[in-house]
Structure formats: structure tokens, C-alpha cells
């Protein structure tokens, strides 16, 4: 049994608690808090029809399987680490600091196309596309890529696009839309924001 002490918090959800492994620095335990386990089945089960897919896991944190914790069962995943070694931050923790952090938007920018390639090239599906579930991962002082951390999945009652590659496609273009829809709304005050967005090709 994995013991997770308190001190090992990194972050607390609606549903779930991560904490750092106690022996591998590079993973994360995550332990459900509130309501049932039917929506970490269904994570875990689109995580392993990606892994038979052999998708590539650049903007995607792993998935490394379950083991029994001091706080209940627990989930291993890879934990997303900057440049110098410092836990990455999440999209939302940026955008809500605004000009404080340094963030470069015309990287951000290219960030964004770029993960949303990613999506659309390995039919990745997302409950939600939302700030709070991905990080930006710093691969220099400057310089980063998005990485998606949590809530992907399909809760459709029959997963069509788990299987049909334009209806998972045209399900992502879907989510992209209201995942900029959702920036511009959640982030009015953030200008630089604001006009990245402006300069961005409409999603299609």
C-alpha cells in the first residue's frame, strides 16, 4: 500500500485529490474525494483504447494503472514537469495572473494550434477542453507546450467517436469552438489574451 501524507498535496478537484508519488518524482497519485467511480472507469478506459491505438503521449499526461493507497485507491499518472524541474502550471493559472507570469502570448498562441493538431490528428476526445485540465509545460525560459492533464474521455450513452475517426474529428472542432468561446468569456479582463484570440484563424 502507497502511503500519501498531506504534505504530498498538489491540488484538489471537485471529485479527486493529486498527490506527489512518494518515489517516483515524475508521477502523480490521483484519489477520489467525492461522488462514485464511474467517471474514473470511463478515463481509464479511453486511456487504454488510446494506448492500443499507439497514439503518441506528447500532449497528454500517461496513464501508468491503479494501486491501493492510505486514502483509498489511487490512479498513477505522469506528472508534468517544467525545463528546470518545477511542477508545470495549468493554463488557467496564467491567463488568471495575466502579464505577471511573463507568459509570451505569440508562443501561447502557437501553443494552442499546435495542441489542437494534436487532438485532431490522434482523434482525442475530451469531456471538456477547459484551462484547468492542462498545463503549460515550460521546455525553456520561454519557450512551452500545452499539455493536457485530466477529463478526457466520452460520455456519449453509445461512443460512436470513439471508433469513427470524422465524428471524433468533428466532435473536437466542436469542444475547440466553445473551449475559445469559453477564453474570451472567462478571461474578458486579460487583454493580451484577448487580442490573441482576435488574431487566431476561426476554428473550423
Request: charge should be positive.
Amino acid at each position: 500500500m502507497l502511503t500519501l501524507e498531506s504534505s504530498q498535496l498538489i491540488g484538489r478537484g471537485l471529485r479527486r485529490e493529486c498527490y506527489f508519488h512518494p518515489t517516483d518524482e515524475n508521477k502523480c497519485v490521483k484519489v477520489i474525494v467525492a461522488g462514485d467511480h464511474r467517471e474514473t472507469v470511463r478515463e481509464q478506459s479511453y486511456y487504454r483504447l488510446l494506448a492500443n491505438r499507439g497514439i503518441s503521449w506528447k500532449m497528454l499526461a500517461r496513464f501508468y494503472g491503479n494501486i491501493e493507497t492510505n486514502r483509498g485507491p489511487g490512479a498513477v499518472f505522469e506528472l508534468i514537469r517544467d525545463y528546470n524541474g518545477e511542477v508545470s502550471k495549468t493554463l488557467k493559472y496564467y491567463l488568471s495572473a495575466g502579464s505577471e507570469t511573463g507568459l509570451d502570448y505569440q508562443k501561447l498562441s502557437g501553443a494552442l494550434v499546435l495542441l489542437k493538431r494534436y487532438l485532431l490528428d490522434w482523434k482525442i476526445v475530451t469531456m471538456a477542453i477547459k484551462p484547468g485540465n492542462m498545463v503549460f509545460k515550460k521546455t525553456a525560459a520561454s519557450e512551452g507546450t500545452l499539455v493536457i492533464i485530466d477529463n478526457i474521455g466520452n460520455s456519449d450513452f453509445i461512443p460512436v467517436c470513439n471508433y469513427v475517426a470524422f465524428m471524433a474529428i468533428r466532435k473536437i472542432r466542436r469542444k475547440w469552438r466553445r473551449f475559445e468561446q469559453s477564453l474570451a468569456r472567462d478571461f474578458s479582463r486579460n487583454r493580451e489574451l484577448q487580442q490573441m484570440l482576435r488574431n487566431l484563424k476561426p476554428s473550423n
